[in-house]
């Protein structure tokens, strides 16, 4: 009888011990302080080789110091031993995700599926890896599980908002992310995202409410400056989307895709001479393909239809099936008196482009 309460105080001191250094370890990995953390770990694991907490500990350390391949071999560990620990498995998806591994996710949702369907998180994370695969339908059947188990999981609502943008289903995007913003009203990100809908669906005015929500509450934030530059190009007021594009270039001048951008809405403006120097301020770095577009555009409007031919040219080789430059050509073509030209240009490339209703409609046009 002595002998076993001896025991059990033996084992009491050893749990007490290694529930302090588990302790210690997860504060020191909050803090940061890594080095700490994994030795009150390794310390943990000597005492206690099978220990959930030191398992799922050490393979925190390797998650967050950039180790994911160490990360993995813990976790899992942990679930040789745990076969229902959710935090193994979320630490082992975890890893997958920066490992960019998304097929991995899905398989070990799959294989440890009793824990997977009783956790909204480990659901959302099976459900983003889906979505990002453009597994669309099965990413949402991910989402709508977790929704049943917690209505109102942010992460989950924010995946599904991202789903059915990539849909393109805009309208169900917009409630998803408005029933955030109910809770959420100064997220800017949420702003952001709905301004992005509605201007995908061309509702720029709604698109611009939102967008200006958000640049009130951040002047410089480059996705609300961005949004309604191309909200009011789209609304062709161009002088108003010229004002947002030299905001951004204020902060970045060297952006490329902002100075296309811009030029592209100075050409809108008829200012073809600025919006020039704007091309060929991107072109002297190295080829640019909308730069060359852009640029071909605004010599034709300026008559100098020879050099924009001969953009046209070199990016038809260069893109053989990309009907913007055909396209376009063909205009200049007819312009320049070479319809039969132009004709045999477009008609090759429906054949490539049998669905493209732009192309047919532009023939018929020529043709008549």
């Not at 080789?49 to 993995?72: F, H, M, R």
């Not at 240009?345 to 049998?354: C, G, H």
Request: charged share 30%; glycine share 4%; hydrophobic share 35%.
């Amino acid at each position: 009888m002595e002998n076993a309460e001896i025991e059990k105080t033996q084992e009491d001191e050893k749990f007490t011990k290694i529930k302090a250094l588990a302790k210690e370890a997860y504060r020191f990995l909050d803090q940061g302080r890594f080095k700490e953390a994994k030795e009150r770990l390794d310390i943990l694991l000597d005492e206690d080789p099978s220990n959930t907490y030191g398992l799922v500990g050490l393979g925190d350390y390797y998650a967050k110091t950039k180790q994911p391949e160490q990360a993995i071999q813990y976790y899992r560990k942990c679930l040789s031993g745990d076969t229902t620990n959710k935090f193994s498995l979320m630490g082992l998806m975890n890893a997958y995700r920066d490992l960019n591994s998304l097929k991995r996710i899905i398989e070990v949702a799959e294989e440890f599926h009793h824990i997977t369907i009783t956790d909204a998180s480990i659901l959302s994370r099976v459900a983003d890896a889906h979505r990002k695969l453009k597994n669309f339908k099965e990413s949402e059947v991910y989402y709508m599980e977790a929704l049943q188990i917690n209505p109102n999981d942010q992460y989950v609502i924010v995946g599904l908002g991202h789903l059915y943008f990539a849909c393109q289903r805009y309208a169900d995007a917009i409630l998803w992310w408005e029933k955030l913003l109910s809770s959420q009203p100064n997220n800017i990100k949420i702003l952001t995202e709905i301004g992005n809908s509605y201007r995908k669906i061309k509702d720029f005015d709604k698109a611009i409410l939102y967008y200006e929500r958000a640049k009130n509450l951040d002047p410089k934030n480059f996705f609300a400056l961005y949004g309604l530059a191309e909200s009011y190009r789209g609304k062709k007021d161009f002088k108003t989307a010229i004002t947002h594009w030299e905001k951004i270039l204020e902060s970045d001048p060297e952006n490329k895709l902002i100075i296309n951008r811009y030029a592209d809405s100075l050409r809108g403006l008829g200012n073809y001479d600025k919006a020039l120097e704007c091309f060929n301020k991107i072109l002297a770095s190295g080829d640019d393909y909308f730069a060359l577009l852009g640029k071909a555009a605004a010599l034709r409007l300026i008559g100098d239809l020879e050099k924009a031919e001969e953009i046209y040219l070199g990016l038809l080789t260069k893109s053989p099936n990309d009907p913007r430059p055909a396209l376009e050509l063909s205009d200049l073509w007819d312009i320049m008196g070479k319809k039969t030209q132009a004709i045999k240009l477009l008609e090759d490339l429906a054949k490539k482009n049998p669905s493209n209703e732009a192309i047919r409609e532009r023939i018929e046009y020529l043709k008549d």
